[in-house]
């Protein structure tokens, strides 16, 4: 069969109108189906934001903890000095701790960079 030139300009724009159709209407319900579920994304969200929340309450609680009243209206000066000295050692204590976590963070990730290279070596063998 013979098609003439506009028979075959109406025949794909009749397709490419039905491929459009269908494509909206599964637009469509898609995000109906979206609106269905929504409420349990919210419910997964409101989940996430009370995780946060109570990470958040822990530290807090943590640091009240460890974080003393500091009491030195009464002291006199000598006191003072000792215990300007006392939170002193404190603080290079703690950086000193922070600075061997960092180190050894950066040991472990490059230990993972390298055990990573290795299972790629062996899959591709």
């Known amino acids: 069969t013979h098609f003439y030139p506009w028979q075959e300009e109406r025949a794909r724009k009749e397709e490419e109108e039905a491929r459009k159709k269908a494509e909206e209407e599964a637009r469509k319900k898609k995000?109906?189906?979206?609106?269905?579920?929504?409420?349990?994304?919210?419910q997964k969200s409101e989940k996430k934001g009370g995780k946060k929340q109570t990470e958040r309450e822990k530290k807090k609680k943590i640091?009240?903890?460890r974080r003393k009243p500091l009491n030195?209206?009464?002291?006199?000066?000598?006191?003072?000095?000792?215990?300007?000295?006392?939170?002193w050692q404190t603080i290079r204590d703690l950086e000193a701790e922070k600075f061997d976590l960092q180190e050894k963070f950066k040991r472990q990730k490059y230990e993972i960079n390298v055990l990573r290279n290795r299972v790629s070596d062996?899959?591709?063998v």
């Open 31 to 42: 995000a109906f189906s979206n609106m269905l579920h929504f409420g349990g994304y919210m």
């Open 63 to 65: 640091l009240s903890e």
């Open 72 to 87: 030195i209206d009464h002291l006199s000066e000598d006191k003072l000095r000792d215990k300007a000295k006392e939170l």
């Open 122 to 124: 062996h899959q591709k």
